[in-house]
């Protein structure tokens, strides 16, 4: 059986007190309804109606899927009117999801849970136990069947006893669906079109309904406000760091690790403190990350070490590599296997052959270095003219003395050995020396200065 998604996302989120809307705000480095689009996709959703009512821009800016079909819920009438946004689109011989937008961790095998609920009943609710359910829609049953649901402003004082409450998360039948949005009115404590009134609808029809229940109130739990979206971060990011360690990865503190996109690790990679990545990072076997490490977009092969206060984004670091404390490796670095980038070493767009090394205070931009070259310290590509970029090709063992600034474009050749202190405009030929500096006079029995 084929079937939708609709995603209620048109509420406005006042009290987030924010211009972006409340579901583009991020959870694990993704807007909120992004993860429960992806969720949605996950499980085969033939389309994913989002109903969005604020912020279109940019939210039509910052959501991506094959699926979205956006629906303008211009009002926000309530979360039956918003489902009427989508009717048009739905087929009456599929079934038909409904989430919400601000409730991100819902996980796929809780859905598929509610999936398999409806396979045998005719409406399928997704319902927790809370101890605290001021607030929420109450499960009505009786014999044990569901017959309603009340919303806490229109309950009595036995049915605000109930403690099972209503997620917002339901299935039904396309067919279903539509015949009883049709018969909703906004006849109740807030003037709103509930969703929730189909259920008495489905009742009085005979229907079957039947309850599922996620693994923990935390997947439909909703975010209202900043704390509640700290709080789901933090459970977020413990679920991944569980994750992490089940698949080999010891972290020093699952606490204190930040994971805002995707990574996938070899075995006994190792993690230090407060580690963020971000994007999609692969680490190889064995890696080791220490502390205050950022990688982002980064690809690390196995064996490699990445020392203490490092930043890598974009960039690919070989086997058997070492790269910090300290080091920055931005946007275009290419590290081959065994090649080393010590502290205070920033490198941009540049590849550093086998076993070549940068081990101190260097700039490498736009550069092309050969295996096992040396770069000394405090040697900076001199790539920038103030207008254009220009590239420094370094060939296999040239050894460049320290503080020396190659002026873009510049050609040093293999086995090549530039004079510490020297600035390098032309080519140096392979295996040649340059010397490209002042002479050393001394100058005897120098005297100082003396004071007036
Ligand atoms: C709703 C349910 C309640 C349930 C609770 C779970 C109804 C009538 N009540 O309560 O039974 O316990 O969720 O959190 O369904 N939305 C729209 N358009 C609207 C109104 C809401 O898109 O016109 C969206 C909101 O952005 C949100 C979701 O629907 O993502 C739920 O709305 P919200 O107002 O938070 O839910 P309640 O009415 O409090
Ligand atoms: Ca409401």
Known sequence: MTFSVVVLAAGKGTRMKSVLPKVLHPIGGEPMVQRIINTAESLEASAVHLIYGHGAEQLKASLHGKAINWCLQAEQ??????????????????????????????????????????????????????????????IIREDNNIVAIVEHKDATEAQRAITEINTGMMMMAGSDLKRWLNALTNQNAQGEYYLTDVIAMAAAEGKTIQAAQPDSPVEVEGINNRVQLARLERTLQRWQAEELMMNGVTLADPERVDIRGSISTGQDVYIDINTVIKGKVTLGNNVHIGPNCILIDCDIADNAVIEANSIIEQASVGQHCSVGPYARLRPGTVMENKAKVGNFVEVKKARLGEGAKANHLTYLGDADIGANSNIGAGTITCNYDGVNKSKTLIGENAFIGSNSALVAPVEIGDGATVAAGSIITGKVPDEALAVARSKQRNIAGWQRPAKK
Do not use: C, F, W, Y
């Open 77 to 138: 009438l309530g979360t039956g009117h918003a489902v009427m946004q989508a009717v048009e689109h739905i087929n009456d011989n599929e079934d038909v999801m409904i989430l919400v937008g601000d409730a991100p961790l819902i996980k796929a095998a809780t859905l598929q849970r509610l999936m398999e609920t409806k396979a045998h009943s005719d409406l399928a609710l997704l319902t927790v136990n809370l101890d605290d359910p001021t607030g929420m829609g109450r």
